[in-house]
Structure formats: C-alpha cells, structure tokens
C-alpha cells in the first residue's frame, strides 16, 4: 500500500510499504476513507520534535474497517468507524472518568495518512456511524476524530457556556473548531484570536462574534478592553508554545478557566503568576473518544460542518505538498485523498 | 498600641506604634481578639521575600469593632468580626463570582499582630458573628481568617468529595486544615503527607486516612502505591515550592484536580509535564471572605474546630519568640494574646 514517511525535519515521502496485518487480537484493519495532516505533524516537520528514525504519519482517521483481531466484538468489516489519537480500552478507571487519552494501556496511533492503518483496542477505540456515511460527512468525520475532539475539548476544559465570554488563543483547525465547540455549548460572546483573513471568515461562520488580530501584551490588553477590563471567563489555547500559554493565562479574568490542547513546547509557566492569576488551568491530549458519539450525531445531523477546515485537498501522493502548504500557512488543513 | 514590626529577616520586635484611624469612610477599626503568625510570614522572616523597610505583620484578624468610617452601614462598634486577609468590596463581578481575593479594589492587609488594626472596605470585608463568641471559639474564627479558609479553597479547589481519595502535601496549619476541609467535604479517604509525629496526630484528630511520611518521587510512588497506581483524585498543596509542586501534580492521576495554596516560590512549571500529566490546576490566594459565613456557623455549632492548629499561646511581646518556633517547627501555629 501507499503511506507517508517522515524520513527527517521537510523530509516527506509517499512509499509502498507492507500492509498492516493484525498483530494482537484486539486490533483492527481499516481502509482510510480521507486522510489528514495536523498540527501536531508540524513540530517534527519543522525539527522541533526529534524523531528516532523514518516514521508513518498520521493520526487522524475515518474510514472502513476490512478486518479484526479474534477477540475484537464491537466492530466487524464493513462498518464504518472513527477512532482517536490514542487508542484506549475505554473500560478502565481512568476510561470511565473520561480520560479516555489517560487510558492506562492507551497506545498511540500512527500511520493514517496511507492507505490502510492497524487501529489497536479496536473495541475501546472505534466508534461505528449507524451506515455509511454519505462522502459529503467524510471531512467532517475525520476531523471529529482529532481537531475537532480536541476543540471540543477544549471547550468544556475553558468551561464555555452561557453567559460567558470565551477567547481562543491559535487560529489553526483546534482553534477554529474551539470557536465551533464553544458556539454550540452556548457562549455568548466568543472571541477568535486571528490575524489571518481566511481564518477569520471562518471563524466568524464558525460563531465567533468578536475578531483580535493583536498578539502578546497587545492581544492580552484588547481582549481586557472587551471585557469590562476583567479578561474572559474562559479562554482556548490551541498553539503550544510560552507566548501563547501567557497569553491565554493572561487574557483569563480571576476564577477563569483556560483549556489548553496546544502540545506544550519549551513551555515554563511562572508559579507566582499562574498563583495571582486564580485561572483554573485544565488540558492536555484531547479525550476525543469520550465525545465521539456525540460528535458522529451531531455531523450526521447536519448541525456541525467541522468539514469547513479542510480548505486544501490533495490526492494521497501529494502529501509533501500538503505539509508544505501548512508549514506555510497556504492551508488551515489539508484533506489527503488515499 | 503595641504592634509586631519586621524589619529585616529574623528581626520582629513588637513596638509601640501611633493607634490606626479611620483614613476611608469605608474603613473600620478593630481591637484584635487574638493574633497570629501565618505560615507566609515566614518568607520574608526567611529573606525569601524582600521587605522594603519596617513592616507591620499580620494579616489574620477577629476582634470587635471600635470605630467605623462613615460610609461604613453593616458593621457596627461593639460587634465581634471575622475578615479575610485580603479587603474587597465584595460587590464587583469578580466578587460576586465567589474570587474576593481577586476583587477589582481588593487591598492587602496588614498589621494585625498587634492591639488594634484598620480594616479597609469594612462593609465588603467583615463578618460579624452572631454575638460576641465565647473565648473557646476565639482561636478557631482566627483561623478562619486565612489558615481555615485557605484550606477550605484549595480542597474545593482540589474537588474533594465524596468516593474520593485526597492527598494533601504540607503539614503546615494550611495542610491540617486542607484535611479537615476535606474531610467536612466528605472524601473517602485522606493522605496526609507529613514527617512530624505532631502534625501526623493532629492530622488524623482531622481525618486523615493514612499519613505517608516520604517526600518527592518517593512520595509519589507511595500515593501510587495507595491508589491502584493511578494517584489521587484531588491533591491540596500547601507549601509553594517547586518540588511540592511536582509532588502535588504527580501524585495526581490523569483528570484529577490539584489545589494550590502555598504561595509559589521559584516555582516554574514545566508546560510538557503538564500536559500530559491530564491534571486540573487551580489555587491561588483563597477567596477566604466567601467562605466566613459558612464556616463562623461550623466553629460556633462545634462542628469543627479549627483551633487545635494552635498549639503554642504566647503573648503579643513575645512576638519574637512566636516566629522563631514556627520557623523551628517547634510549633504549628501560634496565637498572640494582644
């Protein structure tokens, strides 16, 4: 089959390599229905992220399941699933809490731009859609599957809802669908932090009312000034790195929340303003799984189009150029088509 | 009157001071009940935090009203009061959100280790108790001026409760408190981290559970060990170093809340740790003053008894003394009798 290899820092490939096989009883094959580049994928595209040796990327997946393992019960060829970034049993301690991405045997999930991936825990992991889904769902699936999730979680983490003023730090496809999770559990103002036009647009379709291009102290000072000088109740971080953790602690009013699903790098926040700030800090990798259900309905029912973020779509083969155009912004996501 | 002056590390004198007076119509007069050292009074004791010159100590307070300022309508001469160690309004958004502490016109306070003291914002700032105490509960509404109530915060903070396990690092009077408060909340089982015979018995009068005397990654291991090798669900830290600070983050499992309270020293948080550790993190300066009416009727029905953290009584001119056995830990806390 085809998949993509990071072979080092702007080193990507797309190879034939062997088919996955089912290696434990609880995996599961599926066959990708659309694949994706994330974010995340960014930092070792960039070097920022070491990685060992060529990789298979990828970690976002929709798509239909063409085998299992003997002690998988839940999903059978022929159905159409979506899964998480991390799989988990979804039946452990930690699972039932919904921390599903804390599940004390998840394992991480590589290898979904291709072809065909192995999905471990199949049962814990897989959500089937009642049928197949119609191809016009298919983006809106795959996202749900992580930028979505993520934003979603997001969301709850910073504790949108009514009355509140929510702010999102990052105009990247988490950010965006941050803007997306927090219209739909209800806040009343949202701000999208963007100095992007593309992003912005979306971001206004996606509910935000508000649009700050400022950054740093300066963003920090508008969305004050938005706020009767207090900060927002609950603010989203989706970049990851100091400047962007400050500016969303500091954005934050006193007995705020801030949800943070930026992949920390070189992050150190300072204990003495973090104590002064009184913000409540939540995040960390998305428990996408905890939402999926919730997620698939809402897409099938045509009440979220999280699908809006893919703005590039590239056949398979082109996945350098799918990586390049979001290193460079070109992209909000691109949609690889295997 | 006499007041307790630092004027350099390791140097308290108590010394006869010009009485406070009413400088805002929002202000009140206090003649102090008892007094006290905080557990913060040692940073400065220690040289850890710079004083800019003499300073007059003391910022936990219950005694009756003198004097009120004019603009002053909810407290008057004769009542006995409880406050917090921050004045607030107690009508401003970030009030009325439960976060005192961080009111908009908060102001610190100062000078409560001596006979007399001047209250700012009285009205927003001072509980009266329903008739002067009787002395037996004098020592406990002292404590509810800050060691109680910031106790209270952080294992609201920490989400105790019931089925829960609570870790509680710092053995300090915060930390016996934190038990407490957890306790009153109804957590199932409660884990006192401390060395100190004292302090472990006093722990388990407030409910501790189990006492684990090991600190750092040993600690850890040992709350692991307690908790099915996920960490806690709610962990209150009070003491404000890095390495309390780990500890408190580590022994927490994925989704679980930390409450901080100690005042963070030369904490700096690393961002990638916390990420991936899952933990919720919240704390700050307690919002003790939306606590004091709740926990005044606990202290006067003998539900608690807040009090048994003092376990040293000296007078007010032997300040001096009192500092040095809390920086010695020869005591947990002392009360000054003015």
């Given at each position: 089959m085809r998949a993509?290899?990071?072979?080092?820092?702007?080193?990507?490939?797309?190879?034939?390599?062997?088919?996955?096989?089912?290696?434990?009883?609880?995996?599961?094959?599926?066959?990708?229905?659309?694949?994706?580049?994330?974010g995340s994928d960014l930092w070792p595209y960039r070097g920022h992220d070491h990685?060992?040796?060529?990789?298979?990327?990828?970690?976002?997946?929709?798509?239909?399941?063409?085998?299992?393992?003997?002690?998988?019960?839940?999903?059978?060829?022929?159905?159409?699933v979506v899964g998480s970034f991390f799989a988990s049993d979804n039946t452990c301690e930690i699972c039932r809490s919904g921390y599903q991405s804390g599940c004390v045997h998840r394992q991480g999930i590589g290898g979904s731009q291709a072809e065909l991936m192995r999905v471990?825990?199949?049962?814990?992991?897989?959500?089937?859609?009642?049928?197949?889904?119609?191809?016009?769902?298919?983006?809106?699936?795959?996202?749900?599957?992580?930028?979505?999730?993520?934003?979603?979680?997001?969301?709850?983490?910073?504790?949108a809802g009514p009355g509140r003023t929510v702010a999102v730090v990052g105009d990247g496809a988490v950010g965006l669908l941050g803007v997306l999770a927090a219209r739909q559990l209800g806040a009343e103002r949202i701000i999208?932090?963007?100095?992007?036009?593309?992003?912005?647009?979306?971001?206004?379709?996606?509910?935000?009312?508000?649009?700050?291009?400022?950054?740093?102290?300066?963003?920090?000072?508008?969305?004050?000034?938005?706020?009767?000088?207090?900060?927002a109740h609950s603010v989203i971080e989706a970049v990851g790195t100091q400047e962007s953790m400050l500016q969303a602690v500091r954005s934050t009013r006193a007995g705020g929340h801030v949800g943070y699903v930026g992949?920390?790098?070189?992050?150190?926040?300072?204990?003495?303003?973090?104590?002064?700030?009184h913000v409540h800090l939540h995040g960390g990798p998305a428990p996408v799984r905890q939402y999926l259900p919730e997620l698939i309905d809402l897409i099938l029912a045509d009440k979220i189009d999280p699908g809006r973020v893919f703005d590039l779509t590239l056949p398979l083969d082109e996945a350098a150029e799918a990586y390049r155009a979001m290193d460079e912004r070109r992209a909000i996501k691109v949609l690889l088509q295997p």
């Open positions: 993509t290899i990071m072979h080092g820092p702007r080193d990507v490939r797309v190879e034939t390599v062997d088919d996955p096989t089912i290696l434990e009883p609880t995996d599961a094959i599926i066959r990708l229905a659309a694949a994706c580049v994330c990685t060992a040796g060529p990789t298979a990327m990828g970690h976002e997946y929709a798509g239909t399941v063409v085998e299992t393992g003997s002690a998988v019960t839940t999903v059978e060829p022929g159905q159409f471990p825990l199949a049962d814990g992991t897989l959500v089937a859609t009642p049928q197949t889904p119609e191809t016009r769902h298919v983006p809106g699936l795959l996202a749900a599957s992580d930028v979505l999730g993520t934003g979603w979680f997001a969301a709850h983490a910073a504790q999208a932090m963007s100095r992007h036009e593309s992003r912005q647009n979306l971001a206004r379709e996606f509910g935000a009312t508000d649009i700050v291009t400022e950054r740093g102290d300066e963003g920090v000072r508008r969305i004050k000034d938005l706020t009767n000088g207090l900060g992949v920390s790098h070189d992050v150190n926040l300072p204990g003495l303003e973090l104590f002064f700030s």
